[in-house]
């Protein structure tokens, strides 16, 4: 059964109808065609959809990225990807789930894919601690992408945290450390890095393997420096008052976009990624061939002068 947003309740009745309808027209119960009926429906729900998805707030625009259906990282690369082999380890502590990557074959080309994965049920949610990394994790990402470059493998990460592990355990592993050294890692690679927001873009979780050459972001994803409930908890004390700070944090990809701090807007399908994920997923592909194609037969030194200028004038013209 699909899942439904509270502001999506309009369209559920209609959808909900639509489906009652159709099973009455299949047991030929009703005695008469009713398929009329349906019709008018199924174009009032889609005109609701549409009406809908037009004018998001911030707020919902964060219920849509966190939707449970929401295509996440594995389904990126089964689609996408040849020859995936996911790599473990950070060779100094252990193995961190939330954050997966490894070599693959992405449109005849080798590349290093670097992502996180949140889990699509409960068993795998906590397996992968809900996209939430741990030093461990930063420090395979950095492992990862050094690889990468030895062997001038073009690096695509996907981004879908809500933000590095906050426990205790991360934190005396050396989280900000490991967090500062991936960016550090980006920063330094001679091979061109092209990162997609395809869900939540979640604080120093989020930029540790986002500092590329090409920043992209599907229409309704967020990308924020903490997420909604700790901004709020900050500024006002106050978790519930997330929706206020999802409004004024400027959060969505249009807003982030107008500023400079993304690259370019992947379209979603109406009703968002999680009503056609393989289209979404699709799109994106499409997406990272035109960013990687910017850079061939590009030189090291300024693939890594155009990205670390890139990062510097953020900011400058506002």
């Known amino acids: 059964m699909r899942t439904y947003l509270d502001f999506e309740k309009p369209v559920a009745e209609l959808e909900s109808k639509v489906a009652e309808l159709r099973a009455l027209a299949e047991d030929g119960e009703s005695g008469v065609s009713i398929s009329e009926e349906i019709t008018k429906l199924e174009q009032k729900a889609e005109a609701a959809l549409e009406a809908t998805y037009a004018k998001l707030t911030p707020w919902q625009k964060t219920q849509v990225a966190r939707h449970p259906d929401r295509p996440h990282f594995l389904d990126f690369v089964n689609r996408l990807i040849d020859d995936f082999t996911p790599l473990a380890g950070d060779r100094y502590f252990g193995e961190d789930s939330a954050i997966i990557g490894g070599p693959g074959r992405f449109d005849d080309r080798v590349v290093m894919v670097i992502g996180h994965e949140k889990g699509s049920d409960t068993q795998a949610r906590v397996k992968h601690n809900f996209g939430m990394a741990r ?159 910017e850079f061939d037969g590009m030189e090291s030194a300024e693939i890594r002068r155009l990205r670390q200028d890139k990062f510097m004038a953020i900011g400058r013209n506002l």
């Open 135 to 293: 030093p461990e994790g930063y420090r395979k990402a950095v492992r990862l992408m050094e690889m990468a470059d030895k062997f001038s493998m073009p690096v695509i990460t996907l981004i879908d945290t809500a933000g590095a592990y906050p426990g205790i355990g991360a934190e005396e592993r050396g989280q900000a450390e490991a967090i500062a050294r991936s960016i550090d890692c980006c920063l330094s690679l001679g091979v061109p890095i092209i990162s997609v927001v395809i869900g939540e873009g979640g604080s120093g979780g989020a930029i540790a393997i986002a500092t590329a050459n090409r920043v992209l972001m599907l229409e309704h994803a967020i990308y924020t420096v903490a997420s909604p409930e700790a901004a709020a908890s900050i500024l006002w004390h106050d978790s519930s008052r997330a929706k206020d700070a999802a409004t004024s944090m400027k959060i969505t990809a249009s807003d982030l976009k107008a500023f400079g701090v993304i690259d370019e807007i992947i379209p979603e399908p109406v009703g968002g990624a999680h009503r056609e994920p393989e289209k979404t997923i699709d799109d994106t592909g499409a997406a990272i061939k035109r960013a990687l194609e």
